[in-house]
């Protein structure tokens, strides 16, 4: 299948700094992509989707200014965690959809770990 | 709104034994159902995709069957390894969107 590479895989930062998380389809382009947030023994929540050349679509409750999403080209999106605070610890996993994200298999990054301290 | 529920939680079995694990949604218009797996820390790996038109999917030891009309999937995993160990997730767009739904998950234990 497909690969999705998300970077750095852990991280920890001083409350207050910012973080960013990178997600690379690594084989195909994927002019949409995905992230979301995992708590403890909860299934995935949707942040928002990342859209090539245009701006994030964001889902209700998520702070877009806490949360700075960029897509720039076909085959990066990245996640900023803006003045990060230890609410704000939690594992983090980016997807990608090899075709059009409508009907075709979803790929998954292997995640971040974010702990704020 | 797709909801989506995978029951049960959680499951510990002999090792050799088959597995089934069921998910139900509640909006049956549908693309596909996936199912994912996750170990534990770890990004999620795609198992099977079964699109709205098919019946069922396999790969290897996994078996998924596709009941679109009553909203049901069911996840087969035959002569189960405690390499199987890990939690089994279902997701489910609705037909209008692409946005997956997922299901809490199944925590499965393959004991050796």
């Known amino acids: 299948g497909a690969v999705v590479s998300q970077h750095p895989s852990r991280v920890i930062c001083k409350s207050g700094t910012s973080v960013k998380i990178e997600c690379r389809s690594l084989?195909?382009?994927?002019?949409?992509m995905f992230w979301y947030r995992q708590f403890p023994k909860q299934s995935l929540m949707l942040m928002a989707t990342s859209n090539e050349g245009s701006k994030a679509t964001y889902e209700q409750g998520v702070e877009k200014d806490k949360f700075l999403i960029n897509h720039a080209s076909l085959t990066l999106s990245t996640l900023t965690v803006t003045s990060a605070h230890p609410e704000d610890s939690s594992f983090y996993i980016c997807?990608?959809?090899?075709?059009?994200?409508?009907?075709?298999?979803?790929?998954f990054g292997q995640g971040t770990r974010l702990t704020v301290v | 709104k797709q909801e989506v529920t995978q029951i049960p939680a959680a499951l510990s079995v002999p090792e050799g034994e088959n597995l089934v694990l069921n998910c139900s949604f509640t909006d049956s218009a549908i693309y596909n159902l996936q199912w994912f797996r996750q170990d534990p820390g770890k990004g999620l790996t795609s198992l099977l995709l079964i699109q709205s038109s098919q019946r069922e999917q396999t790969s290897g030891r996994l078996n998924a069957s596709l009941d679109k009309s009553s909203g049901r999937s069911t996840l087969y995993i035959a002569a189960s390894q405690p390499g199987d160990s890990a939690t089994y997730l279902c997701a489910v767009p609705p037909s209008n969107d692409y946005k997956l739904s997922f299901g809490a998950g199944t925590t499965v234990t393959v004991r050796a």
């Open positions: 997807s990608a959809n090899s075709g059009t994200p409508f009907g075709t298999e979803a790929f």
């Open positions: 084989d195909f382009q994927a002019t949409t």
